[in-house]
């Protein structure tokens, strides 16, 4: 079963503008994790947020966690056509170092 | 430095034949992960090794089996194949057991199609 739903399932906007994705989980986690997947190959491991912690940055992404809310999202600045892929968001409850994947955003960027 | 690695990329098989699929952790990682991701379904958790022991395990039926060799290489064995067994399986590894901590590191995958 998914812990995870992400919003929006699919999202296309223009090479330049910003793309938001949300992730929404159901139990108390450990971390969040963000991975990038392209054209069903192999997860490229983007961000890591802990539990105890509220925003993070890394180059072009930005990812906030608000744990009273059982939510998460991430933020890709001025998009590039190679930021097409599907990305997933996958929480670690502390349950045996399984990750638990939301259903995944497809992110199409035009250019 | 080799990311984790996955043999074969492509694998067909027919219905109650067993399939094997490998995986090779980044050089330094003990732990390492099985992943199902099948159209409809989404990315669920199937095993994970460390230190040669299976130490957690998804809802999969027992015909899902795995080890871990002494280089931490892992292998997956599925038996009895089913057509709902089709599906990429991904591979991940780990530097140990403490997954607050520990990122999972994916492979590239193996398709499996069971005809």
């Known amino acids: 079963s998914q812990q995870g739903e992400e919003d929006p399932q699919a999202l296309s906007i223009q090479e330049g503008e910003n793309a938001t994705m949300n992730c929404s989980y159901k139990?108390?986690?450990?971390?969040l994790q963000w991975y990038r997947q392209n054209s069903g190959r192999g997860l490229v491991h983007l961000i890591l947020?802990?539990?105890?912690?509220r925003e993070k940055h890394s180059g072009r992404l930005r990812v906030t966690l608000d744990t009273s809310k059982k939510s998460s999202s991430l933020l890709i600045t001025a998009s590039r056509a190679a930021d097409t892929a599907s990305y997933f968001c996958a929480t670690d409850a502390g349950a045996g170092n399984m990750l638990t994947f939301g259903g995944g955003t497809r992110l199409m960027v035009k250019p | 430095e080799a990311g984790v690695t996955q043999s074969p990329t492509h694998l067909i098989k027919t219905r109650g034949q067993q399939a094997t699929l490998r995986c090779s952790p980044i050089s330094g990682h003990t732990s390492v992960y099985w992943y199902q991701q099948a159209l409809g379904l989404g990315l669920q958790f199937l095993l994970w090794?460390?230190?040669?022991?299976?130490?957690n395990r998804g809802n999969f039926p027992p015909r899902f089996s795995g080890r871990q060799f002494p280089n931490y290489s892992s292998e997956l064995n599925v038996n009895a194949l089913e057509l709902e067994d089709s599906a990429l399986y991904l591979c991940?590894?780990?530097?140990?057991?403490?997954?607050?901590?520990?990122?999972?590191?994916f492979g590239p995958g193996t398709r499996l199609t069971v005809l």
């Open positions: 947020i802990r539990s105890n912690e």
């Open positions: 139990t108390s986690i450990n971390n």
């Open positions: 991940a590894s780990s530097l140990g057991q403490s997954s607050s901590t520990d990122t999972q590191y």
């Open positions: 090794y460390d230190e040669g022991e299976e130490r």
